[in-house]
């Protein structure tokens, strides 16, 4: 049986019917100052200096001067005699006992133990009568980079001798830097380039205009503009040109509409957030492009709702394999990054049904699954129906005549047995 708690002697029920304000009351205003020191928080606004119940009421004996009271704290420090010594200092003479570390522990000593290898009698006696060249071929073939330089490894791979002079034993030495010729600008005529998508000529699948400065506004509405009904160009470069928002409504209405390119390159231009999304927007129209680089604009940082609106876009389109943006937040660049490796599977697996059905000749056209299926929402009926060949079966199901499939990497057309 436990007994009840007790303070001051008296249980605490008995304090329950106990008015506090009329306690209160008959507090003195000295008591009611201490007891807010003992029970009020500290405010955390204050620096701590400033937290103390230290609070001295008395009145000032004088004015403050604050020289006069530094240079009275320096005499008094300065005339205080030093405490004497109960030991004298002695140079030379160590006192106490002398720090020794204590030894490292035995696992540390194995680790760092070299293990014996056995490698056998013929390999031993190859290593001990090998030179310092055959050596070094050896390590760059096991990629053993710390054992030689830049230079050494090049000549292994290239099948040169050695440098002389850059062994073991030799003095290291810096090797020259290659000077490369600057890259020239580039040449491509914009005009002719236009007039040339404007033809919509066969020869013509990559347009870079890369690096070409003052580039008109009228010459970005004539490209977008031939761009939407060319049929042959896969490829287009147009990374720092100076692109504005004005010239991104064009490119994105000709994306519209154009279903052959394959390749959007838009980098380090002047295109804003809201630019950039509308790009991405007009991909899912026709659904060509693979890749899409945008990254290096105007604005660095594109914000939260930004990149949440690009990913939902990025969600919605199978047909994007690689896209080239800086994005800030961790969450969109897992979903995109998710979903850029699903359409990679995708096209992947297509290209091997695609084998499959050639292999197979005209019995079965080939399918490309729907959006619902990707995305793990359809059902079998979203899929036709496929008349399996007489001669084969299908090796996870193992049945045979038309069936409903759903095209996956689990099941295989097995080819059967003849008949004898």
């Known amino acids: 049986m436990t007994t009840p708690a007790k303070l001051y002697g008296r249980d605490l029920s008995e304090y329950d019917e106990i008015d506090v304000d009329e306690l209160l009351n008959k507090l003195s205003a000295e008591e009611i100052n201490i007891l807010a020191k003992e029970v009020d928080p500290d405010d955390t606004f204050l620096p701590p200096s400033q937290r103390c119940s230290y609070d001295c009421e008395k009145e000032p004996t004088g004015p403050l001067n604050r020289k006069q009271l530094i240079d009275h704290i320096n005499k008094q420090a ?23 570390p204590p030894p490292p522990p035995l696992k540390e000593q194995q680790a760092d133990e070299q293990i014996a290898v056995d490698l056998g009698d013929e390999y031993e006696q190859a290593l001990s009568l090998a030179t310092q060249e055959e050596i070094i071929d050896l390590a760059a073939i096991l990629g053993f980079h710390s054992m030689m330089n830049q230079d050494q490894y090049h000549a292994s791979l290239l099948n040169k001798n050695q440098p002389v002079g850059l062994g073991w034993d030799g003095i290291t030495k810096a090797s020259k830097q290659k000077i490369y010729p600057m ?104 659904k060509s492009v693979e890749e899409f680089r945008a990254s290096n604009q105007r604005s660095q940082v594109l914000g939260n709702k930004i990149e949440m609106e690009i990913t939902q876009l990025i969600e919605k389109n199978t047909r994007l394999l690689r896209l080239g943006l800086h994005l800030e937040y961790n969450d969109a660049r897992h979903r995109i990054a998710s979903h850029l490796q699903r359409n990679i599977d995708t096209s992947i697996y297509l290209v091997l049904l695609s084998a499959q059905y050639f292999e197979l000749g005209s019995f079965c056209p080939p399918i490309v699954p729907s959006e619902d299926l990707r995305s793990g929402k359809g059902t079998v009926r979203d899929e036709p129906i496929l008349e399996t060949p007489p001669e084969y079966d299908i090796g996870t199901r193992g049945v045979s005549g038309k069936t409903n499939m759903v095209p996956t990497s689990s099941w295989y057309w097995r080819k059967l047995p003849k008949s004898e």
Request: hydrophobic content about 35%; charged content about 30%.
């Open 183 to 286: 890259e020239p600008p580039n040449s491509t005529d914009p005009d002719e380039s236009i007039k040339k998508v404007q033809d919509d000529d066969p020869k013509y699948i990559d347009l870079n205009w890369n690096n070409i400065k003052n580039i008109s506004d009228e010459k970005f509405d004539s490209l977008f503009e031939a761009l939407a009904n060319n049929t042959h160009l896969e490829t287009l470069s147009l990374a720092n040109v100076g692109l504005t928002d004005r010239g991104v409504e064009n490119l994105a209405q000709a994306l519209e509409k154009n279903n052959t390119i394959r390749v959007v390159n838009v980098e380090t231009n002047l295109i804003s957030p809201t630019g950039i999304v509308r790009l991405i927007k007009s991909l899912l129209k026709t």
């Open 78 to 100: 300065i005339e205080t005699p030093d405490k004497p010594e109960l030991k004298p200092y002695v140079a030379g003479t160590v006192r106490g006992k002398k720090w020794i």
